[in-house]
């Protein structure tokens, strides 16, 4: 008996229409345990070399852990994997909300998805009937109506997983949505998903998940919860969720405004946690089993009609709001929703608006190219840009491919204003002066993703005051009425780098959010004893857990390297705007990252990794996490 | 004289650790009455830089609140958003 796992894996092929039940492999649980483990093993061993993400032998996997679907703090994380359209490389999104839990509970730990259907069509999943639906009719609706429609049709107890018409049209940022506003948005599943034809999934499950101690980990379960409520953290999570970092991040010079030009807004109180709660604010709105629900669902109100909108979280803020000079929460939640319907991720999506911007403003995009005379933090032009895009219309078509390459196409060195890493939108970190977070951003596997490393806090306490030599109470004393932050010292950054980016995939893996231990503070024992409740098996959270982390992030570079033609540390630069450009303004005005300091650091990361100075992992170190790979 | 019961998130501790200074989860100290946010964590060499959310009891307040009563200080550190 497999405990911990719903024990199958499901494989559908849409060319064919073939769908198998398979027991779940052995090998991926003893080796991956789950989740972000189990995608990263897939993905190397199932997709064909060279495969086009947007081809039918690319994979859609969908795969949750071995903690997903208990009834446990935040057990309700669901990873989404695939060859990224935006990268070329590996590509993973996870999210919230219910839909993983309940694949679970109709039988499968793992789904993939192979081939394209040969119409569009839906996935129909009630247990261990499993169908492909025409999806004709839902074809061209955004995703919020899809849900309502399947919802209906099939019951309010499906779970339904959705695109917008961006994933339709395969735009290289296009998301994946489910629970009314929860989102698996970065690195273009959305897209791969649009290009098997399938515009949803629909799951309703009823089936039990054996576990090996029942009554142990009610119980441990029990403690849990009455761990975190008894935590610091746990009361103030809650009221403004994510939002309430925005004050913070323009604080310290981190809020990217204006395309990443600059680093602060003065607007900041207009667009932050608690312009939501006084404006927006219906409702907080959790995921699965979760004690701190950090969802806000409330009602935009602009002159293009109210709407029901999840969010906006930080990012959403920072990308569609500073970066892109929009002022107004509602306009942000206005595009937030548009987003949502579309299909689109928000990060990606305000990443590339702002871009377009201001190729816009210096003349690179011409009136006549673009339409419409497009200004910045104008709601009508921002709007007007996304839905270009999602319907890959006009300059749209081009700006749909992302920054990266719309940058190669336009030309005249917007490349130097093209904000990605891997062809990946930065998201909503400003790091200038954060050389651990620009290093993060750098090294990650799916490109400028914040959540596989963050440690912007550490770099902001090194620039007031991890340095000795620094006048610390001169600094502090002044609160955040300061000028200018001092320069973050760059010589200590890796390790904290490389505990971040093993820290989080270790939560990918469980099935679990990782709030309750980045913020709440919930002790790994707790993980370990709760996996030794459902699994049977002992799990050393450093030892174990942490050792695969590496063991993913060494086996998920190797996939870089094969599917990306001359992968290696050039891949890993930041965009010049950071090396070239000081920030004109705000707590960080004057400082850019030397790009003497970005190859000192990429030196020294690639030497604690055990890869080599082009960034590729020796030979000795593949060999010492068992990784027959090449 | 007032006593706070000071109680510091995970994401702040966390920077502490990394810092190679860790602090308590909870302590308690005594401050003069009309005390400022600020002030104790200056005096808790607590940058101010580091803490965007500060909760009195069960209410959010700004670091320039004083503090007159004695009360639970629940300090918060930064942490990625969504």
Known sequence: ?630 | MITLTLKLSESLLSIFRDMGCPKQETCRIRVETGTSVRQVLIDQDISPLLVPMVFLDNRKISLGTPLETDAVLTLHGPLAGG
């Open chain 1, 1 to 630: 008996m497999l405990y911990g796992y719903a024990g199958h894996t499901l494989r559908i092929d849409l060319s064919d229409g073939n769908i198998e039940k398979h027991p779940l492999k052995q090998e991926w649980v003893d080796e991956f345990i789950g989740g972000r483990g189990f995608t990263a093993k897939i993905l190397y061993d199932e997709i064909p070399p060279g495969t086009d993400p947007l081809g039918p032998d690319n994979r859609f996997v969908i795969a949750m852990g071995p903690l997903s679907g208990l009834f446990l703090p935040a057990a309700g994380k669901t990873h989404f994997a695939a060859k990224s359209p935006a990268t070329g490389g590996y590509g993973d999104s996870n999210m919230g909300g219910h839909f993983g839990v309940t694949m679970k509970y109709a039988g499968y730990d793992v789904t993939i998805l192979t081939g394209r259907a040969k119409e569009p069509s839906y996935i129909f999943i009630d247990n261990d009937t499993v169908e492909i639906r025409p999806a004709g009719h839902l074809w061209g609706k955004g995703s919020t109506a899809v849900e309502e429609i399947l919802k209906k049709d099939l019951g309010q107890e499906f779970q339904i997983l959705t695109i917008g018409e961006a994933g339709e049209r395969m735009v290289n940022f296009a998301c994946i949505s489910h629970d009314f506003g929860r989102q698996a948005g970065r690195t273009g599943i959305g897209a791969v998903l649009g290009s098997k034809n399938i515009k949803a999934i629909a799951v309703r499950g009823t089936q039990d998940i054996p576990v090996f101690d029942p009554k142990g980990l009610l119980k441990k379960g029990k403690a849990t919860y009455a761990a975190c409520r008894e935590k610091p953290g746990f009361k103030g999570w809650t009221p403004e969720g994510t939002a309430g970092i925005t004050n913070w991040c323009n604080d310290v010079g981190a809020l990217p405004t204006r395309n990443f030009a600059t680093s602060h807004c003065d607007y900041a109180d207009k667009i932050n946690g608690k312009a939501i709660l006084d404006e927006l604010k219906i409702t907080d709105k959790g995921c699965f089993s979760c004690p701190i629900p950090c969802g806000k669902y409330g009602l935009a109100k602009t002159k293009l009609g109210s709407k029901y909108v999840e969010g906006p979280e930080y990012e959403t803020l920072a990308l569609v709001g500073s970066n892109c000079e929009l002022a107004d929460i509602h306009a942000v939640a206005h595009v937030n929703w548009v987003c949502d319907e579309l299909g689109l991720d928000t990060c990606s999506g305000g990443a590339v608006v702002s871009f377009a911007l201001e190729c816009y403003e210096k003349g690179l995009i011409s009136q006549e190219q673009m339409g419409m005379d497009v200004k910045w933090g104008d709601l009508d032009s921002i709007v007007y840009i996304l839905e270009k895009i999602a319907k890959r219309e006009g300059i749209g078509d081009v700006l749909a491919n992302g920054v990266k390459k719309a940058a190669e196409k336009i030309g005249n060195d917007s490349s130097k204003f093209a904000i990605h890493v891997k062809g990946l939108e930065w998201t909503g970190y400003e790091s200038r002066n954060a050389p651990g977070m620009m290093l993060g951003y750098m090294t990650a596997d799916v490109g400028a993703h914040h959540n596989r490393c963050w440690v912007l806090g550490s770099d902001v306490a090194n620039a007031v005051g991890g340095d000795k030599d620094a006048n610390v109470h001169d600094l502090i004393s002044q609160g955040t009425d300061f000028k200018v932050l001092p320069k973050a010292d760059h010589k200590n950054v890796v390790p904290l780098v490389l505990r971040s980016q093993h820290l989080r995939p270790a939560f990918d893996i469980l099935g679990t959010c990782r709030l309750q231990y980045m913020e709440i503070g919930l002790e790994t024992q707790y993980y370990e004893e709760l996996y030794y409740h459902a699994t049977g098996k002992k799990l050393d959270f450093d030892k174990d857990l942490l050792h695969l982390s590496e063991k993913i992030w060494h086996l998920n570079r190797m996939f870089n390297k094969r599917e990306i033609p001359d992968f290696g540390r050039k891949y890993d630069y930041p965009p010049p705007r950071f090396y070239e450009e000081p920030i004109p303004s705000g707590p960080n005005k004057g400082h850019k990252v030397e790009f003497a300091v970005i190859e000192e650091m990429l030196d020294a990361y690639y030497a604690a990794r055990g890869w080599n100075e082009n960034g590729i992992p020796t030979k000795e170190t593949l060999e010492r996490f068992n990784l027959a790979v090449e």
